[in-house]
C-alpha cells in the first residue's frame, strides 16, 4: 500500500504542478496547491500568499486558483482572476497537468535508456501449422528483425508491436533472418479481427509462434520432500537417461511418460556424479481440475540460461536517450488511445479496463521486481493519467479545454448552463468508468 500511495502522489503532484507553475507564469493568482483531499495534515504559506497542503485523502489533488465564479474577488485583485485571463492562457493552464505527466514519462524513460537496456533477440522457436506465422512464411531459428518496418530487436519489442494490432483486419508484415545472416527477407501475413474482444490475449499464441528456448534436458534441480521420487532416493543434479529402455533426451518426454503411468513401476537409468545407477520410480496418482488421473514423482527441472549470443544490450547517451525517451512516450500516448478507440469499437475486451486494486498490485510487484521495473511502470502510468485527462469529457481536464476551445472559435463562453449539464453527464461517466473498473479489479481477484 505504501509503494500505491507514493506512486500516486507522485503522479499528483507532478499533474498539480504543470496547472499551478503555468498559472503562476500566466498571472493567475493560485490559492491552494493541495495534495490529498480532506482534512490538511500539514500546510504552509509562501510569499505570494499561496497555501500548500498535504490531505488526509490520499486519492488525488488539486490546484485552486482565484477565480469570480468561485467566490468574491476584490477589485484589487480582479486582474489575478483565472476567468479574467485570455482564453489562450486559460488553456495553456488546463493543459499543462497532462502535459506535465508527459514530461516526467520523457525523464523516467531517459533514465531507463541512460542506464542501458538489455533482453533477448526474438528468435522462432516453433511455428503453428496453419498459423499467421505460417502463412507468413516464418520458420523456426529465424530472428524478427522488425515488425510493420519498426525494428523489433528484443522479444519485449515483439511484444509492443503485436500489441499494437489487436484487434486490426489486414497485411502484417515481417523482416526476418536467420542466425548468423545479414541477407533479411521479408514476408506478409494476414489479420481478420486479429485477437478481437479476447480479455487475455496470447500475442505470441495467437501469432502460431513459440520463443527459442534451449533444448531442456531431465536435469533434476528440486525433490518435493517425501513424494515418489525423494522415497526412491533421486537427488537435485540427477540426469535421467532412460526409463524403462526408452532414452530420455529432453524434460518434456520424461514429463509426458511419467504422466501417462500413474501407479506404475518404473526402471529409471541416471547419471549422478559421473556415474550410472538404476532406480525403481512409482509414480502417485493425481487427479487435474479437468478429471483426468496422471501420474506425478514431484521433481523440479534445472531451467538452462538462454544463449549469450542471443542476449542484446543498449546503451545511449544523454542526448540520444533522451530523443528515444520522447520517442517512447509518444509512441506509448499514441498506443493509449488507439487502445481506448478499439475498445469503443469492440476490438479490445472491456475487461482489459483497471482500476485501483490492479494498480496496486502491478504497482507493488513493479518494485518488488526492481527500480528498472518501477520506473517504467511509473511513466506507463504517467502517461495512462496525461491521455485520460485530456478526453473532451467535463469534469476532466479535456473538457475545459473543450470548453474552451469552443470560446476560442465563437468568440464568447459556453453558456453556464450548457456547462453544467456537461459537468454531470461528465461525472457521470467517469463515475461509470471507475465502478467499472473495480468491478473487473473483484473479477480478477476471484
Known amino acids: 500500500m505504501g509503494i500505491t500511495l507514493a506512486t500516486l502522489a507522485v503522479l499528483v503532484a507532478v499533474h498539480e504542478f504543470g496547472h499551478f507553475w503555468v498559472a503562476r507564469r500566466c498571472g493567475v493568482k493560485v490559492l ?20 500548500y497542503a498535504i490531505a488526509a485523502i490520499p486519492l488525488g489533488g488539486y490546484v485552486k486558483m482565484l477565480d469570480e465564479r468561485e467566490g468574491e474577488v476584490g477589485p484589487d485583485e480582479l486582474h489575478l482572476a483565472f476567468n479574467r485571463k485570455p482564453v489562450l492562457s486559460r488553456i495553456a493552464v488546463v493543459a499543462a497537468g497532462p502535459v506535465a505527466n508527459f514530461v516526467l514519462a520523457i525523464v523516467a524513460y531517459w533514465a531507463l535508456f541512460m542506464a542501458g537496456e538489455s533482453g533477448y533477440a526474438p ?7 496453419g498459423s499467421v506465422a505460417e502463412v507468413a512464411g516464418l520458420e523456426p531459428g529465424q530472428e524478427i528483425v522488425s515488425i510493420d518496418g519498426r525494428e523489433t530487436p528484443t522479444w ?40 478481437a474482444g479476447d480479455d487475455e490475449p496470447d500475442l505470441l499464441g495467437g501469432l502460431g509462434l513459440t520463443l527459442y528456448m534451449p533444448p531442456i534436458v531431465p536435469l533434476l534441480d528440486e525433490i518435493v520432500p517425501d513424494s515418489p521420487a525423494d522415497r526412491a532416493g533421486l537427488q537435485t543434479g540427477d540426469r535421467i537417461l532412460s526409463t524403462d529402455g526408452v532414452p530420455m533426451t529432453l524434460w518434456e518426454n520424461w514429463v509426458d511418460y511419467v504422466r501417462s503411468r500413474p501407479g506404475e513401476n518404473m526402471t529409471v537409468l541416471l547419471e549422478r556424479d559421473g556415474r550410472e545407477l538404476e532406480v525403481m520410480l512409482t509414480p502417485e496418482a493425481s487427479t487435474t481440475p479437468d478429471g483426468e488421473i496422471i501420474g506425478r514423482v514431484g521433481v523440479g527441472v534445472a531451467i538452462p540460461d538462454m544463449p549469450e549470443s542471443q542476449r542484446r544490450e543498449f546503451h545511449r547517451g544523454p542526448l540520444e536517450a533522451l530523443v528515444a525517451g520522447g520517442q517512447r512516450t509518444g509512441e506509448m500516448v499514441s498506443f493509449t488511445l488507439n487502445s481506448m478507440v478499439k475498445m469503443v469499437q469492440g476490438l479490445i475486451s472491456p475487461k482489459n479496463l ?11 510487484a513493479s518494485a518488488k521486481s526492481g527500480l528498472e521495473s518501477y520506473i517504467g511502470f511509473l511513466a506507463l502510468l504517467s502517461i495512462s493519467l ?10 476532466l481536464d479535456g473538457g475545459h479545454l473543450l470548453y474552451y476551445s469552443i470560446e476560442l472559435v465563437v468568440g464568447k463562453p459556453v453558456p453556464e448552463r450548457v456547462q453544467m449539464v456537461g459537468y454531470q453527464v461528465g461525472l457521470l461517466l467517469v463515475v461509470s468508468l471507475m ?3 473495480l468491478y473487473n479489479d473483484f473479477s480478477r481477484l476471484s
Open 32 to 51: 491552494r496547491f493541495s495534495i490529498g483531499f480532506g482534512t490538511p495534515l500539514l500546510r504552509w504559506r509562501d510569499s505570494l500568499d499561496t497555501e
Open 435 to 437: 465502478v467499472f473498473a
Open 386 to 395: 496525461g491521455v485520460l485527462n485530456l478526453l473532451p469529457i467535463p469534469v
Open 156 to 195: 519485449q519489442a515483439v511484444s509492443f508491436r503485436l500489441l499494437e494490432r489487436i484487434g486490426d483486419t489486414g497485411p502484417i508484415l515481417f523482416s526476418v533472418r536467420y542466425p548468423d545472416s545479414d541477407v533479411v527477407y521479408e514476408s506478409q501475413g494476414q489479420l481478420n479481427r486479429w485477437l
Open 354 to 364: 483497471s482500476g485501483p486494486i490492479t494498480i496496486a498490485k502491478v504497482a507493488t
Open 123 to 129: 528468435v522462432i522457436g516453433a511455428v503453428e501449422t
